[in-house]
Structures are given as structure tokens and as C-alpha cells.
């Protein structure tokens, strides 16, 4: 009975192991991969960052303390914390240097300009009038917390990376799969404009595109997702002139299906995996567009916490030699982000090359 039921179970086993997919081997090769495995710990990260930002980050990202202005690493400031009768009812910080006194209703105090003043308890907060203030990794010229910038501008990279690449895989899809299958005019027409578009510097084209449609950040991830398609779309093309000739292809066509549940159903399927490491790799390069344009004033405008933004805001105190980190931390963010993409899309590469069995 014994030897009967371990019969059973390796067939068992031989049907479960036919009937998965590419995919389940795919995932079994990528998790066999330290490296890639890195890099997707290191952006699932980032993307948690992203969405829960608002927790958290320590402060505002665009509370400006003058007074705290271009402060250094694990600077530590005090502040009364002012309650606003306005609207919001907003909280405001006064940066003190010494409490004097706190008797009776009033606190005396010395601010920044080595005044002494005096504020009514009535003014302040109730629960915490006064409070100690830690930025981790300093401040930049307008007193705004650069940790709290640097987690709310991973927001803004890797939205516009995500979404920018979107764009550029519908439109390569789309273009590709038209080109390859039908072919003829049609295919002319489509790798005429790749060529067009290919002969522009990337980097140009996008920042044309952003003068064109204008400043913010719509534009930015329009401009760059409307530059980054003609690889996949040269991929998706080349992959179809030869999956088109197939039998199982010609079948589809013999027993009467149209053009478009060919191409949706059964050519483009087989193409995901090329699609998929190039639209990786772009992600990348996506990220690094936006931080240039953000460099440049083309992309996502101020306030809004960009890394981009916050590397021209500091680079000019990294060439006078202070305060180093206000250019260098989002570069840190910016190169970290990028590696862990590369290295999850060389991954993916190997995962989905059908040479690789083991």
C-alpha cells in the first residue's frame, strides 16, 4: 500500500508541476536571486515610505522656521508652539534660545534676535506650549525639515517613474503591435516616428515636451512617458514578426478570429516577458528625468518636496563646502531607488530567460 500511495503521490506531483506557469518558475528563479531580492526589499520600501508619508514623516515638509535656516545634521531646536485662531487652526512654532521665566500667565523669553519678549500662556497651546524640535538630518535655507522633504519627494519619483512608464507601455504596446502584425504601410508609417523620436537626445525631448505643456507635475510624467515608448515598441515589434508566422497563430486566423483578440489574446501574452524587464530599466531612467527636470525647473514647482528640486537647492552650498548633506541626501535617495530597480530588473531578466531551467 505504501508503494502505491507514493506512485500516487509523484503523479500527483508531475501534474501539479505541468500545469504551472511560466510565472510560478519565473518567481521560483527571481527569489533564488539575492540581488534581485535586494532590490525589490529596497523599493517595496520606498513605495511603503511613499504611501504612508504622512506618518511618517517627522514634521511638514514645507513648514518653514526661518530662523532654523541651513541648520546642521541632528540640529536641535526650541520652539513655543503658538495656537492660531484662524480658520485651520493651525499650529505655529515661535524658535526661542532661553525661557527666562514662566510665572504667573506670562512666559519671558530671548528669541532669535536676542530679544526679550513676553507671550501670554493664553496664546499657546494648551497640551504643549513648549517643545524641543530634532531634525535628524538638518535643515535647508528656509528652515524646512530635509528627512521629512526627503521621504514626502519619494512620493513624487516614484509616482511619476510608475506612472511615466505606464504611458510609455500602452503607447509601446499599442504601436508595436500594430507595426509587427499587420505590417506594410501601417509598419512604416509607426517605425518612421520611432525613428523621429529615436533621433532626439531623450533628455531634450523631454525637456521640449515640458516647455510645451508647461510646468508641474502632470507635465512631468506626460513628457517623459511620451519619450520612453519606442524601445518596448521596437521590442514588442521584433517580437511579433516572429510569433505572428507560428502555428497556433495561423490556426487562430483559420478558424475565423479578429485582428484584435489575436493580437490581445494570444501574440501579446508572449511578448510580456521582454516588455517587462525593458518597461523595469526605464523605471529607472524615468526616476532620474524627473529628478533632472525638477533640477532644471521643468518639472514638479515648489514647494512640492522633490529630490530633483532639493539637489539645485543645495548642490550651490556643496560647492562652497557646507552643509554637504542638503545636496547630497536626495542624490543618496535618487542613486539607492535606482540601483534597487536595476537590480530587481537584471532579476527579472534571468527569471523570464526560458534558457535558465535550474
Same mark, same amino acid.
Given at each position: 500500500?505504501?508503494?502505491?500511495?507514493?506512485?500516487?503521490?509523484?503523479?500527483?506531483?508531475?501534474?501539479? *508541476?505541468?500545469?504551472?506557469?511560466?510565472?510560478?518558475?519565473?518567481?521560483?528563479?527571481? *527569489?533564488?536571486?539575492?540581488?534581485?531580492?535586494?532590490?525589490?526589499?529596497?523599493?517595496? +520600501?520606498?513605495? +511603503?515610505?511613499?504611501?504612508?508619508?504622512?506618518?511618517? &514623516? @517627522?514634521?511638514?515638509?514645507?513648514?518653514?522656521?526661518?530662523? +532654523?535656516?541651513?541648520?546642521?545634521?541632528?540640529?536641535?531646536?526650541?520652539?513655543?508652539?503658538?495656537?492660531?485662531?484662524?480658520?485651520?487652526?493651525?499650529?505655529?512654532?515661535? @524658535?526661542?534660545? *532661553?525661557?527666562?521665566?514662566?510665572?504667573?500667565? #506670562?512666559?519671558?523669553?530671548?528669541?532669535?534676535?536676542?530679544?526679550?519678549?513676553?507671550?501670554?500662556?493664553?496664546?499657546?497651546?494648551?497640551?504643549? @506650549?513648549?517643545?524641543?524640535?530634532?531634525?535628524?538630518?538638518?535643515?535647508?535655507?528656509?528652515?524646512?525639515?530635509?528627512?521629512?522633504?526627503?521621504?514626502?519627494?519619494?512620493?513624487?519619483?516614484?509616482?511619476?517613474?510608475?506612472?511615466?512608464?505606464?504611458?510609455?507601455?500602452?503607447?509601446?504596446?499599442? $504601436?508595436?503591435?500594430?507595426?509587427? +502584425?499587420?505590417?506594410?504601410?501601417?509598419?512604416?508609417?509607426?517605425?518612421?516616428?520611432?525613428?523621429?523620436?529615436?533621433?532626439?537626445?531623450?533628455?531634450?525631448?523631454?525637456?521640449?515636451?515640458?516647455?510645451?505643456?508647461?510646468?508641474?507635475?502632470?507635465?512631468?510624467?506626460? &513628457?517623459?512617458?511620451?519619450?520612453?515608448?519606442? #524601445?518596448?515598441?521596437?521590442?514588442?515589434?521584433?517580437?511579433?514578426?516572429?510569433?505572428?508566422?507560428?502555428?497556433?497563430?495561423?490556426?487562430? *486566423?483559420?478558424?475565423?478570429?479578429?485582428?484584435?483578440?489575436?493580437?490581445?489574446?494570444?501574440?501579446?501574452?508572449?511578448?510580456?516577458?521582454?516588455?517587462?524587464?525593458?518597461?523595469?530599466?526605464? $523605471?529607472?531612467?524615468?526616476?532620474?528625468?524627473?529628478?533632472?527636470?525638477?533640477?532644471?525647473?521643468?518639472?514638479?514647482?515648489?514647494?512640492?518636496?522633490?529630490?530633483?528640486?532639493?539637489?539645485?537647492?543645495?548642490?550651490?552650498?556643496?560647492?562652497?563646502?557646507?552643509?554637504?548633506?542638503?545636496?547630497?541626501?536626495?542624490?543618496? &535617495?535618487?542613486?539607492?531607488?535606482?540601483?534597487?530597480?536595476?537590480?530587481?530588473?537584471?532579476?527579472?531578466?534571468?527569471?523570464?530567460?526560458?534558457?535558465?531551467?535550474?
Amino acid at each position: 500500500m505504501s508503494e502505491i500511495q507514493e506512485i500516487k503521490n509523484r503523479i500527483t506531483e508531475s501534474e501539479t *508541476k505541468a500545469g504551472r506557469s511560466l510565472w510560478y518558475y519565473s518567481w521560483k528563479r527571481l *527569489k533564488r536571486n539575492k540581488l534581485a531580492m535586494v532590490g525589490l526589499y529596497v523599493l517595496s +520600501f520606498m513605495v +511603503f515610505v511613499a504611501i504612508f508619508a504622512p506618518w511618517i &514623516a @517627522p514634521y511638514d515638509p514645507n513648514d518653514q522656521i526661518l530662523e +532654523f535656516a541651513t541648520k546642521p545634521i541632528n540640529f536641535k531646536g526650541e520652539v513655543l508652539i503658538k495656537k492660531d485662531l484662524g480658520s485651520n487652526n493651525e499650529l505655529q512654532y515661535i @524658535p526661542i534660545k *532661553k525661557i527666562i521665566s514662566s510665572s504667573g500667565n #506670562d512666559i519671558n523669553y530671548i528669541d532669535y534676535n536676542d530679544a526679550d519678549k513676553t507671550i501670554s500662556k493664553s496664546e499657546l497651546n494648551e497640551k504643549t @506650549p513648549f517643545k524641543t524640535l530634532t531634525f535628524l538630518l538638518g535643515t535647508d535655507r528656509f528652515g524646512r525639515d530635509v528627512l521629512s522633504r526627503l521621504i514626502y519627494g519619494s512620493r513624487i519619483s516614484l509616482s511619476v517613474g510608475l506612472i511615466s512608464e505606464s504611458i510609455a507601455i500602452v503607447l509601446g504596446l499599442i $504601436l508595436g503591435a500594430l507595426a509587427g +502584425f499587420f505590417r506594410g504601410t501601417t509598419d512604416k508609417v509607426i517605425m518612421w516616428i520611432i525613428n523621429v523620436v529615436w533621433a532626439f537626445p531623450s533628455i531634450l525631448f523631454v525637456i521640449a515636451i515640458s516647455v510645451v505643456l508647461g510646468k508641474g507635475f502632470w507635465q512631468a510624467f506626460v &513628457a517623459i512617458g511620451l519619450t520612453a515608448w519606442v #524601445d518596448i515598441a521596437r521590442i514588442v515589434r521584433g517580437q511579433i514578426f516572429s510569433i505572428r508566422e507560428t502555428e497556433y497563430i495561423e490556426a487562430t *486566423k483559420a478558424v475565423g478570429f479578429k485582428s484584435p483578440r489575436i493580437i490581445l489574446r494570444h501574440i501579446l501574452p508572449n511578448c510580456m516577458g521582454p516588455v517587462i524587464i525593458t518597461g523595469t530599466v526605464g $523605471l529607472a531612467t524615468a526616476i532620474i528625468f524627473e529628478a533632472s527636470l525638477s533640477f532644471l525647473g521643468l518639472g514638479v514647482q515648489p514647494p512640492t518636496a522633490s529630490w530633483g528640486q532639493m539637489i539645485f537647492d543645495g548642490y550651490k552650498y556643496l560647492i562652497a563646502g557646507t552643509n554637504w548633506g542638503l545636496a547630497v541626501f536626495p542624490s543618496l &535617495a535618487i542613486m539607492i531607488t535606482v540601483f534597487a530597480v536595476n537590480l530587481l530588473g537584471d532579476g527579472v531578466r534571468d527569471a523570464l530567460d526560458p534558457k535558465l531551467t535550474k
